[in-house]
């Protein structure tokens, strides 16, 4: 379960939710704060809890590109994300088992000609590879169509264990270059994780399943950006 609570007055710099986690119930809902004699009302904004068997396209948008980050791309095909028992799958598989094995090896693959769209990266050709540049893992990213600006948000899920498995729940800016190239328009990592059971750092601190981190991104350059971080177990 999602639950957003926004300021629906202030909208002049939005933001969107960004998901790519395996199993989820999400819901946007009403927020009143009340500070020194000051009261600021919100509504609610987005809510889904996965009852109508389908991933409803009025709410969210997949992303659609054969390079995203790390070894995967990310698609709208069902096999990828859906909806079962009220609650929303995302699931990796192996691009070689969609496309046969020469075709990864040697072939090419174009977002435009297999999803009809691309979304492209901030940087780099997200749209098309081939040979050795082809993903071999195809995932799925969506992004709500509700932006919000103030409030709180609420997530039920459940995460996977598997080795180099990299669930991410973000927040994203709807327009990336409007102060600049990442991260001056600034990034919200709610929650990342590695799947692996067996990650750990040189000094002996778990990289893996058992720890969750939390970041805000923003700054003037990707190699220097200044960034704000949590860990929690």
Not at 34 to 41: A, D, H, M, P, Q
Request: net charge neutral; proline share 5%.
């Amino acid at each position: 379960k999602l639950t957003i609570f926004f300021d629906t007055k202030q909208q002049s710099y939005r933001r969107q939710v960004a998901m790519e986690i395996p199993t989820v119930s999400v819901a946007v809902c009403v927020l009143l704060l009340s500070l020194v004699g000051c009261s600021f009302s919100a509504t609610t904004v987005f809510h889904d809890d996965f009852n109508g068997g389908n991933i409803d396209g009025n709410k969210w948008k997949h992303d659609k590109k054969t390079s995203g980050l790390g070894f995967e791309m990310y698609t709208p095909e069902h096999q990828n994300s859906y909806v079962r028992n009220g609650q929303l799958f995302i699931c990796p598989t192996f691009t070689e088992d969609r496309f046969g094995a020469d075709r990864f090896a040697h072939g090419s693959l174009d977002a435009r000609e297999l999803w009809g769209a691309c979304d492209p990266n901030w940087g780099g050709d997200s749209c098309h590879t081939q040979g050795h540049k082809n993903r071999p893992i195809m995932s799925a990213t969506l992004r709500s169509k509700t932006h919000i600006k103030y409030g709180r948000v609420e997530v039920r899920a459940k995460l996977p264990i598997g080795d180099w498995i990299w669930p991410g729940i973000w927040m994203m800016p709807t327009e990336p270059g409007h102060y600049g190239g990442w991260p001056k328009s600034g990034e919200i990592d709610m929650l990342e994780t590695a799947g692996n059971l067996n990650l750990h750092h040189p000094n002996g601190r778990s990289l893996g399943v058992d720890m969750d981190q939390a970041h805000i991104h923003y700054g003037n350059a990707r190699t220097g950006d200044g960034h704000a971080r949590h860990e929690g177990q």
